[in-house]
């Protein structure tokens, strides 16, 4: 592992760190705008986790160890993802950090530990909500690895880093079929990270909640824990979107300026594509559990399509 790597992890994690919950308020933000309110501080969420982690940690009666060791795996899970997917150096790949299938499996072990939470702590709407999300689970990680096997007969590689580094520099994507990627990339976003028609992140009715309610039962900092590992994953996957679509931007060479310059497009970039979340959830609605898989299908057509079309054209 060379000097560059080892400045490439620490600028990543801490920008991730320091920029995801930016984005989930600018969501919250765009949808209250979109609804004539005026919405919360942009900073509201750093307020939030700050506020969490003053306060105490409750635990149910009958809860495990799973319980306590959560919070702890989520975040360090997508912290460690977050060494996959580059958003403002790209270095040469080392070791195996990159590989897309690893990253999916860091993500999966988190949702495994988040459902098991829901279940320990023996209150119905955590068990309820748990079943929910591994039957979407089900579904949609098998389209996840299709889309993200489109992605690397395009590029021509299965290593993030390996993805950024050719397409960096470029204004465009290189092949038009990454636009169709990147149609099936959102809706992966939408559905990793619970928005709406998905799931409701904002609501805790128990006939409708997934995420809200294998969370609903964590308190203090556990909370805080398990609200920001949420926010780094759609910081991950918004990265994974505007690098196909967005290519430009990353920097190879380590330098101030490059570094600096990458910092504030990728906070434009991401905030475009929070400002269309936002627009998104405040016009449509909440989709029926059953009707999901007509959503996760666009995803799985427009992916095989594009394999199909690589492969045979």
């Known amino acids: 592992m060379n000097s560059s790597f080892i400045a490439f992890a620490l600028l990543n994690i801490g920008f991730v760190l320091l920029v995801s919950p930016l984005f989930m308020s600018l969501i919250k933000k765009v949808k209250a705008w979109a609804q004539g309110r005026r919405g919360p501080s942009l900073f509201q969420t750093y307020y939030n986790i700050a506020k969490l982690l003053r306060k105490e940690t409750v635990y149910s009666p009958v809860s495990s160890w799973v319980m306590r060791v959560t919070p ?13 997917v580059p958003i403002l150096y790209v270095p040469e790949p080392v070791a195996g950090f990159g590989n897309v299938i690893l990253f ?17 702590a023996g209150s119905t709407f955590g068990g309820m909500s748990s079943s929910r999300d591994m039957s979407l689970a089900a579904v949609i990680e098998p389209t996840s690895i299709v889309v ?12 993030f880093l390996e993805i950024a580094r050719d397409a960096a520099g470029m204004l465009f994507p290189a092949s038009a079929t990454m636009f169709l990627i990147g149609v099936s990339l959102f809706i992966i976003l939408i559905v990793e990270t619970g928005r709406i028609p998905v799931d409701n992140p904002e609501t805790h009715l128990e006939l409708t909640m997934v995420h809200e309610g294998m969370v609903l039962e ?41 570094v600096l310059f990458a910092m ?18 405040s016009s449509i609605a909440k989709m029926r559990l059953f009707s999901l898989p007509n959503l996760f299908i666009i995803a799985y057509f427009f992916s095989v399509f594009t394999i199909f079309t690589e492969v045979f054209a």
């Open 72 to 84: 702890y795996v989520c975040l360090s899970m997508t912290v460690v993802a977050a060494l996959f």
């Open 104 to 120: 999916l499996y860091l993500l999966g072990l988190a949702r495994f530990f988040m459902a098991l939470s829901g279940l320990d």
């Open 148 to 159: 993200m096997a489109a992605l690397a007969v395009v590029a021509g590689s299965l290593n």
């Open 218 to 258: 964590q308190s203090g900092r556990n909370l805080a824990m398990m609200e920001y590992a949420g926010a780094v994953k759609q910081t991950l996957f918004i990265a994974i979107l505007v690098s196909v679509l967005m290519p430009f931007g990353l920097v190879t060479e380590l330098s101030v300026t490059g």
């Open 264 to 281: 504030v497009l990728f906070v434009v970039k991401g905030s475009v594509v929070s400002v269309i979340v936002g627009l998104l959830e």
